[in-house]
């Protein structure tokens, strides 16, 4: 899980960058709203937790049943939403993957014996190919539809000039239309956006591993 120190710091950054500002997003929103950015800043921490280099902390044998019961029991609460569809199950799906991954890691630490190497010997452990790579094939599409609507669309603008339409969901014109290349009114679903890729990322770099 760790692989690389420079691969791993850069792991743990950025999931802990998103999950620092999923929390800022539970201040705001609807109650929904917050509850969903809840679990996804609860996501980015886990995942930066699990991505932290080896040499620098090694968690101790029991900390693998605690992420298992902790994102164990964030499968549970998001199960009920997850059957009415819509992103709480990706979050399912996210939490489920978080207990599979502790799971798969957690021979590997008790085998070594307590040698402070537990990230390393991680990659070993392996896990359930199959589901490892149904997981993969998920991550990877969920990056690329993440990705994608973070791309402008182009549009005709009633000028007669291209436009195109922003994630946030504004429009800025291009070409002979007037209004150069703004109209990105707001940039916080954007940043949303962002961060669910880049978590979508780090899991998938980490299922790699196993």
């Known amino acids: 899980m760790h692989g690389e120190a420079s691969t791993s710091w ?3 950054v950025l999931c802990a960058v ?3 500002y999923c929390l800022l997003r539970t201040r705001t929103g609807t109650p929904r709203e917050r509850r969903t950015a809840r679990s996804e800043a609860l996501m980015g921490f886990g995942m930066a937790a699990m991505a932290v280099p080896a040499g620098v902390l090694s968690p101790p044998g029991w900390a693998w ?3 298992a019961a902790l994102f164990g029991a964030a499968a549970l609460r998001a ?3 997850a059957l009415r569809g819509g992103h709480h199950l990706h979050h399912l799906v996210g939490s489920l993957a978080m207990v599979y991954m502790a799971v798969a890691m957690a ?3 008790t085998g070594n014996g307590g040698d402070g190497h537990a990230g390393h010997g991680a990659a070993g452990a392996g896990g359930i190919p199959v589901l490892t790579g149904i997981l993969l094939v998920y991550y990877a599409f969920y990056v690329l539809g993440s990705a994608g609507r973070l791309l402008p669309a182009a549009v005709v603008t009633p000028a007669g ?3 195109v339409v922003t994630p946030a969901g504004g429009t800025g014109a291009i070409g002979r239309g007037p209004g150069g290349f703004g109209g990105r009114t707001d940039g916080r679903p ?3 956006t962002a961060c669910r890729l880049t978590m979508g990322i780090g899991m998938f770099a980490m299922l790699l591993t196993l």
């Open 161 to 163: 000039g291209t436009g």
């Open 190 to 192: 954007e940043l949303t």
């Open 79 to 81: 199960l009920p939403p």
């Open 65 to 67: 049943a605690v992420y």
């Open 18 to 20: 998103s999950g620092a």
């Open 107 to 109: 021979p590997a630490v």
């Open 10 to 12: 850069l792991l743990m």
